[in-house]
């Protein structure tokens, strides 16, 4: 049981969401308690819920595509586990890039019933009211594994969205690299010329109510012009060839179509601090 403890403590998101489950572990060991088992399922409960609000806000929920009041207006647990997955992404948009709709719903109906179970195990009756410690310790487990298991569930599920997602950009991202300026370049030399541009890693870091954004980290390579254009002309002036490694942020639009035409390529931040230890260039 204590590697289950360990390993729910490393997929928590928040402080309060381990202050709360180590609560509810302390709860669990006091054996004075006759409600230390109840106590115990009522707080993982409640840890499932304030796990899944975290992912899921209220008013990001409201501001997708694909969300309807229902229930007089109140965010149901269904359209939360749904955005903890998808964000804004509808199912009709998903379907058409070619991801598995059917089985994205079955998962978020396993989520659902995981819940139900934790819900379950609440209850106060004769059977799980004073037990034995031994029967303490195979309901604590099965209430720890099925929030285990819940958690699980949604985060392999979204990253499994991240990497269908992912293999539709990588020519997008190199383009995105060509035709943009590197502020930090532009302070070396007075012209440069980008010879290449290669991408070492991308992935998709989040997708919320409207947006996907990509965090892209590669090499470029350029060439710093200095001299004026009578210089160069008279072959005074000076070329030098230098490759940097950057990194940046790609903002894509949710839209009918991925990766969208309604993108943001944020500012370059292009590591020139070699320049600066360079002794060979004065």
Same mark, same amino acid.
């Given at each position: 049981m204590e590697v289950l403890f360990k390993k729910i403590l490393t997929i928590?998101?928040?402080?309060? /969401? &381990?202050?709360l489950f180590n609560a509810s572990l302390v709860s669990l060991k006091d054996r004075s308690n006759k409600l230390r088992y109840n106590n115990f399922a009522y707080s993982l409960r409640e840890l499932s819920r304030h796990f899944?609000?975290?992912?899921?806000?209220?008013?990001?929920?409201?501001r997708c595509?694909?969300?309807?009041?229902e229930n007089e207006n109140k965010i149901t647990r269904s359209q939360r586990i749904k955005y903890a997955v998808q964000g804004g992404f509808s199912d009709e948009i998903l379907e058409n890039l070619g991801f598995d709709i059917k089985?994205?719903?079955k998962v978020i109906k396993r989520m659902k019933e995981e819940i139900d179970l934790l819900s379950k195990y609440t209850h106060i009756n004769p059977e799980v009211f004073n037990t034995d410690n031994e029967k303490v310790d195979e309901?604590?487990?099965?209430v720890l594994t099925t929030f285990a298991n819940f958690v /699980? &569930?949604?985060?392999?599920y979204r990253e499994r969205l991240k990497d269908f997602l992912d293999k539709k950009i990588e020519e997008h991202m190199i383009y995105s690299i060509v035709s943009n300026s590197f502020e930090n370049i532009d302070s070396l030399a007075p012209h440069y010329s980008l010879e290449f541009g290669e991408i070492s890693k991308y992935n998709i870091s989040e997708i919320n109510d409207k947006q996907i954004i990509v965090d892209v980290f590669g090499y470029i390579n350029v060439i710093l012009e200095y001299g004026s254009r009578q210089e160069r002309h008279d072959g005074d002036g000076l070329d030098v060839e230098q490759g940097?490694?950057?990194?940046?942020k790609v903002i894509y639009e949710i839209e009918e179509t991925f990766p969208s035409e309604n993108y943001e390529v944020l500012d370059f931040?292009?590591?020139t601090s070699k320049w600066y230890e360079n002794d060979d260039i004065e």
């Open positions: 928590l998101n928040t402080p309060f /969401e &381990i202050e899944l609000y975290f992912l899921s806000p209220e008013e990001k929920i409201k595509i694909w969300y309807k009041p089985h994205l719903e309901l604590s487990l099965k /699980e &569930i949604i985060i392999e940097f490694p950057f990194e940046t931040d292009v590591d």
